[in-house]
């Protein structure tokens, strides 16, 4: 990576969207043929209620029939109007046009003349048009010879994963995903509806590949479908306003100890220190010039009071310590070549685990020999995102971001998949947590965002239960990650990094204070 902008935002998008088959952010298109288009799925905004739901028919196929009332709501009305008024204005006259005159004789338009009349008769039907009724879905594409050997072969690598995926809704999501970029759009279709019946959570809303499909009657169906499905939630209560709106921060530390929480900044290359209670913002950390990676994943080491950050930059990722009361550097760790150091998970006794989404590994550093090496080395991890230690730090969980969650046992250095029912969905998690019997999850991407608790099995290895903490909050603007303070769990509610469009923050963007929630988990 280099000192630019433009290149800490590519790498940022990556670190969220990467692989997602949302500048999030994973793996199932990781050999992406040249049709196959991804697009960050948390850039797409739910439509509201009533959004593309006015009635209305279509229009009939020729424009020389008269004008029947049922299609006086219709597109074709406009295309009628402005037929219309393009022959007054050539002097021509034809058939239709007494049917359009009389229909449009008992519009009270007195107050107008002449040209002035015409004029807003125009716009009032205009108006009147303006509901279309949603439409057919696009036909299919066709592709070219080399696209389509290219569109199978990509179908075909996606639908193998059916057979061992650990979560297969997520699977089937990019089934559909891989048809639409494909523009297959029947297919596309079908695939879908066989996930939203699951109710897993998921809103193709928010994946830009399926906008072809916007105005089609059956994907507004879905979207009705899928706003009745995730209904709010809400167990938020508000914890801190930080007026600094530019920092756009991916993770959040908090020290009990100063009750300073420690944001990093994906935009300026720093980690900020902020007051509780003064709601104010000073630099913690400045952007190294010999090192200036954008920053993502954040903890503190309460017993050596010590911040650990990851950096990542076009020549590869590290990790630094710093003092926490001083912002002295203790300490870099740092690998060179394909690598994004995401998120990090401490030991009580200093073990550090970070997790490399481009390499999909975990990386440890020893509290003995302070060296980095991979956990598990033959295993792959898709798109390792989230890590959390167990209450008892002998497991070790990572979210895979496109396919669940794996468990690692640390004294057998095993991996396992952590098994859930058919209708719970452990795709897509950014950030993840542990707790006492429990897991904690913030999921998105092309998921309706939500922080959801998953209740562990005694062994910890399946879940046995799910409940939805926060869903639809309005002040939801691309949660990411958050962290554990005692009997609360802290996230950023909108850290608008959105915004941010070629290392910019984007023209006319409207950018709001960070406000910080807080949900009491008490007792399992």
Same mark, same amino acid.
């Given at each position: 990576?280099?000192?630019?902008?433009? *290149?800490?935002? %590519?790498?940022? %998008?990556?670190?969220?969207?990467?692989?997602?088959?949302?500048?999030?952010?994973?793996?199932?298109?990781?050999?992406?043929?040249?049709?196959?288009?991804?697009?960050?799925?948390?850039?797409?905004?739910?439509?509201?209620?009533?959004?593309?739901?006015?009635?209305?028919?279509?229009?009939?196929?020729?424009?020389?029939?008269?004008?029947? *009332?049922?299609?006086?709501?219709?597109?074709?009305?406009? +295309?009628?109007?402005?037929?219309?008024?393009?022959?007054?204005?050539?002097?021509?006259?034809?058939?239709?046009?007494? *049917?359009?005159?009389?229909?449009?004789?008992?519009?009270?338009?007195?107050?107008?003349?002449?040209?002035?009349? +015409?004029?807003?008769?125009?716009?009032?039907?205009?108006?009147?048009?303006?509901?279309?009724?949603?439409?057919?879905? @696009?036909?299919?594409?066709?592709?070219?010879?080399?696209?389509?050997?290219?569109?199978?072969?990509?179908?075909?690598?996606?639908?193998?994963?059916?057979?061992?995926?650990?979560?297969?809704?997520?699977?089937?999501?990019?089934?559909?995903?891989?048809?639409? $970029?494909?523009?297959?759009?029947?297919?596309?279709?079908?695939?879908?509806?066989?996930?939203?019946?699951?109710?897993?959570?998921?809103?193709?809303?928010?994946?830009?590949?399926?906008?072809?499909?916007?105005?089609?009657?059956?994907?507004?169906?879905?979207?009705?479908?899928?706003?009745?499905?995730?209904?709010?939630?809400?167990?938020?209560?508000?914890?801190?306003?930080?007026?600094?709106?530019?920092?756009? @921060?991916?993770?959040?530390?908090?020290?009990?100890?100063?009750?300073?929480?420690?944001?990093?900044?994906?935009?300026? +290359?720093?980690?900020?220190?902020?007051?509780?209670?003064?709601?104010?913002?000073?630099?913690?950390?400045?952007? +190294?010039?010999?090192?200036?990676?954008?920053?993502?994943?954040?903890?503190?080491?309460?017993?050596?009071?010590?911040?650990?950050?990851?950096?990542?930059?076009?020549?590869?990722?590290?990790?630094?310590?710093?003092?926490?009361?001083?912002?002295?550097?203790?300490?870099?760790?740092?690998?060179?070549?394909?690598?994004?150091?995401?998120?990090?998970?401490?030991?009580?006794?200093?073990?550090?685990?970070?997790?490399?989404?481009?390499?999909?590994?975990?990386?440890?550093?020893?509290?003995?020999?302070?060296?980095?090496?991979?956990?598990?080395?033959?295993?792959?991890?898709?798109? $390792?995102?989230?890590?959390?230690?167990?209450?008892?730090?002998?497991?070790?969980?990572?979210?895979?971001?496109?396919?669940?969650?794996?468990?690692?046992?640390?004294?057998?250095?095993?991996?396992?998949?952590?098994?859930? @029912?058919?209708?719970?969905?452990?795709?897509?998690?950014?950030?993840?947590?542990?707790?006492?019997?429990?897991?904690?999850?913030?999921?998105?991407?092309?998921?309706? @965002?939500?922080?959801?608790?998953?209740?562990?099995?005694?062994?910890?290895?399946?879940?046995?239960?799910?409940?939805?903490?926060?869903?639809?909050?309005?002040?939801?603007?691309?949660?990411?990650?958050?962290?554990?303070?005692?009997?609360?769990?802290?996230?950023?509610?909108?850290?608008?990094?959105?915004?941010?469009?070629?290392?910019?923050?984007?023209?006319?963007?409207?950018?709001?204070?960070?406000?910080?929630?807080?949900?009491?988990?008490?007792?399992?």
């Amino acid at each position: 990576m280099t000192a630019t902008r433009d *290149s800490r935002t %590519k790498n940022a %998008k990556d670190a969220r969207e990467l692989e997602r088959p949302s500048a999030g952010r994973r793996t199932y298109l990781r050999r992406r043929p040249r049709i196959i288009r991804t697009a960050p799925a948390n850039k797409a905004r739910a439509l509201p209620p009533d959004a593309g739901l006015i009635s209305g028919t279509a229009a009939p196929a020729t424009i020389d029939a008269p004008i029947p *009332s049922k299609h006086r709501t219709s597109v074709f009305r406009i +295309h009628l109007i402005l037929s219309y008024y393009y022959r007054r204005f050539e002097g021509k006259r034809s058939r239709e046009d007494r *049917s359009i005159e009389k229909m449009t004789a008992k519009v009270d338009v007195s107050t107008g003349t002449g040209c002035y009349k +015409h004029i807003m008769l125009f716009f009032l039907l205009v108006l009147l048009s303006w509901g279309a009724p949603p439409g057919q879905l @696009p036909p299919s594409q066709k592709l070219s010879a080399a696209d389509a050997r290219d569109f199978t072969q990509e179908l075909n690598r996606v639908r193998r994963l059916l057979a061992t995926a650990n979560d297969k809704g997520s699977v089937e999501f990019q089934i559909a995903r891989t048809y639409a $970029a494909g523009g297959q759009y029947r297919e596309a279709m079908d695939w879908l509806k066989k996930v939203m019946d699951a109710n897993l959570g998921f809103d193709p809303s928010r994946d830009k590949l399926f906008d072809p499909l916007q105005h089609a009657s059956e994907f507004q169906a879905l979207l009705d479908q899928v706003r009745i499905q995730t209904p709010p939630r809400s167990h938020s209560r508000p914890a801190a306003v930080i007026q600094e709106s530019d920092v756009f @921060p991916e993770n959040l530390a908090y020290d009990a100890e100063s009750k300073m929480m420690f944001l990093g900044s994906t935009f300026k +290359h720093e980690i900020v220190r902020c007051s509780e209670q003064r709601r104010t913002c000073e630099q913690f950390v400045t952007a +190294h010039k010999s090192d200036p990676g954008y920053v993502l994943g954040l903890k503190i080491h309460q017993p050596s009071r010590t911040l650990w950050a990851t950096s990542n930059t076009d020549a590869g990722a590290s990790l630094h310590q710093y003092a926490l009361a001083s912002g002295e550097l203790l300490g870099t760790y740092a690998i060179s070549g394909a690598h994004l150091f995401n998120d990090l998970a401490i030991s009580s006794s200093g073990e550090v685990f970070v997790t490399d989404t481009k390499e999909g590994a975990v990386y440890r550093i020893a509290t003995e020999d302070k060296r980095l090496e991979r956990v598990l080395p033959d295993h792959a991890f898709t798109a $390792a995102n989230g890590i959390a230690l167990s209450a008892n730090e002998k497991t070790l969980y990572v979210g895979n971001f496109g396919d669940g969650i794996t468990a690692v046992d640390l004294t057998s250095r095993s991996a396992t998949p952590v098994l859930h @029912p058919a209708n719970v969905c452990l795709g897509y998690i950014d950030g993840l947590y542990a707790i006492e019997g429990s897991l904690i999850a913030i999921q998105n991407g092309p998921m309706v @965002p939500r922080i959801v608790r998953f209740d562990l099995s005694a062994d910890g290895r399946a879940i046995v239960d799910m409940r939805i903490l926060e869903r639809r909050n309005p002040a939801f603007d691309g949660i990411t990650t958050g962290t554990i303070t005692g009997s609360k769990f802290l996230y950023v509610a909108n850290p608008q990094l959105d915004k941010i469009v070629n290392g910019k923050i984007a023209s006319g963007a409207s950018l709001a204070p960070l406000r910080v929630l807080s949900i009491e988990l008490g007792q399992k």
